[in-house]
């Protein structure tokens, strides 16, 4: 089954038709699963913390990274412009830490700095398949997608259903993740990447589906409202042109909403029933003002006060990811880089919606749950599966992406040729 084919047939490359083309077809997906599903899910950090994953994590990703950049340089990967503002947010938040070491941390400056440039190979890595995938085949895009997706929710429903705890918070199912906004996130960010790269409707709805009741279990507020934000904003987009089926789809969801969160009310033990109530109150029923959070908010504005106090250069890297803990990414971002970084930041996201909206709103999946969660969570920078989102959405809203190639083209000609049918601008190295 020529599966990019099924999940998209306007974007899907040909169907290789020799056995070694078909060969390297199955092996830049898997390889890139590989690369991506074990941080995209969070089991390698919890695999190697619990002695399942005998493999340093750091080791394994220089392989896997290594492995992806060997089959994708090559067929010269496509970068979307807007890219350089996250590898320069990334590039930044290193040098801070390694270099300038504002701000003391548990464990030492190169602790952080090899963890932080951990993240830039991943992203770097995972930009490169991206760049090549997305305008040729598609398949090793929405198969990790998916796997991260199904991983995910599989788990946290295993441990809703009592076999095994993961959660570092009672009574909540938070996956490989451990904490369950944490794994809500990641859901919805690997569910919008996985709709934005597929056209097929049924799949889009299919695994919209089992992502809503992957998030549901977790109980977080934050995540079912961004969840229910992104699910509003695909059926938006898909009105016109799949309105019938969007109407079967909303008959046959609608009752099983209802049943599923009549079970979990039902079945919650007496140890949860207390926050099952509260949460499915504050997002079911109504009740806004049990949205809030008075510790969330005592954080919030501590961590307010601390930026009227550094508001220019900030604190230093790991003032507002481990001590600070705003809940909100750009004072999280502020008080690590300053106000150099708060900018860097939102220019991210603003050009990422602002390329969406020009590009009649393509990519609009992936942006949604980046905007969403910067009042509710400050790890967005060190989070794999809102990068993976944000460089689907840069290339799928880029017109003219720059294109690496190793070597100088033979004519002219061959140097204005686009690599992929769009019109990249050309970077030779060699």
Not at 78 to 104: N, T, W
Not at 169 to 186: E, K, L, S, Y
Not at 216 to 225: D, I, K, N
Not at 355 to 367: P, Q, Y
Request: positive net charge; glycine residues 10%.
């Amino acid at each position: 089954m020529n599966l990019a084919a099924a999940i998209d047939p306007t974007a899907a490359a040909p169907r290789p038709h020799t056995w070694a083309a078909r060969l390297r077809a199955w092996v830049e997906c898997a390889a890139f699963c590989l690369l991506t599903v074990p941080y995209t899910t969070g089991a390698m950090a919890w695999g190697y913390e619990f002695g399942f994953v005998p493999v340093r994590p750091a080791l394994f990703l220089i392989a896997m990274s290594g492995i992806c950049l060997l089959l994708t340089i090559p067929r010269k990967p496509d970068f979307a412009k807007s890219a350089l503002l996250i590898f320069a947010l990334l590039a930044a938040r290193v040098i801070d830490a390694g270099l300038l070491q504002r701000f003391p941390t548990h464990g030492g400056p190169f602790k952080e700095a090899v963890s932080l440039g951990a993240t830039v190979v991943l992203v770097m890595a995972i930009a490169c398949a991206v760049g090549v995938y997305y305008r040729a085949n598609r398949t090793p895009l929405v198969v990790a997608a998916a796997l991260s997706v199904l991983v995910c929710v599989g788990v946290n429903l295993a441990e809703f259903a009592g076999h095994g705890q993961f959660s570092i918070v009672g009574g909540r199912a938070a996956g490989f993740w451990q904490d369950p906004n944490n794994t809500a996130m990641a859901i919805t960010f690997m569910a919008a990447a996985f709709c934005t790269c597929s056209r097929k409707y049924w799949w889009n709805i299919a695994i919209l589906g089992i992502a809503g009741v992957g998030v549901a279990v977790t109980l977080s507020r934050s995540g079912m409202l961004v969840f229910a934000l992104t699910a509003a904003a695909f059926a938006a987009l898909n009105l016109r042109q799949h309105f019938g089926k969007l109407a079967l789809t909303a008959a046959i969801a609608v009752p099983l909403a209802l049943g599923g969160i009549g079970i979990m009310a039902a079945t919650a033990t007496s140890q949860r029933d207390s926050n099952v109530q509260r949460r499915l109150n504050a997002i079911f029923g109504g009740d806004v003002d049990k949205m809030g959070s008075s510790e969330r908010m005592k954080d919030l504005m501590d961590g307010v006060d601390a930026l009227t106090k550094h508001p220019i250069a900030g604190m230093g890297m790991g003032a507002g990811t481990i001590y600070r803990q705003p809940h909100n990414q750009i004072v999280s971002v502020w008080l690590d880089l300053g106000i150099f970084g708060a900018i860097l930041y939102g220019g991210v996201v603003a050009a990422l919606l602002l390329k969406s909206a020009l590009a009649r709103f393509d990519g609009l999946l992936c942006v949604i749950p980046m905007i969403g969660f910067i009042p509710f969570s400050q790890f967005l920078c060190d989070f794999s599966p809102q990068w993976y989102a944000a460089l689907i959405a840069a290339i799928a809203t880029s017109a003219r992406p720059l294109s690496i190639r190793l070597f100088k083209p033979r004519t002219r000609a061959a140097a204005c040729a686009p690599a992929s049918g769009a019109q990249p601008a050309t970077i030779v190295y060699g």
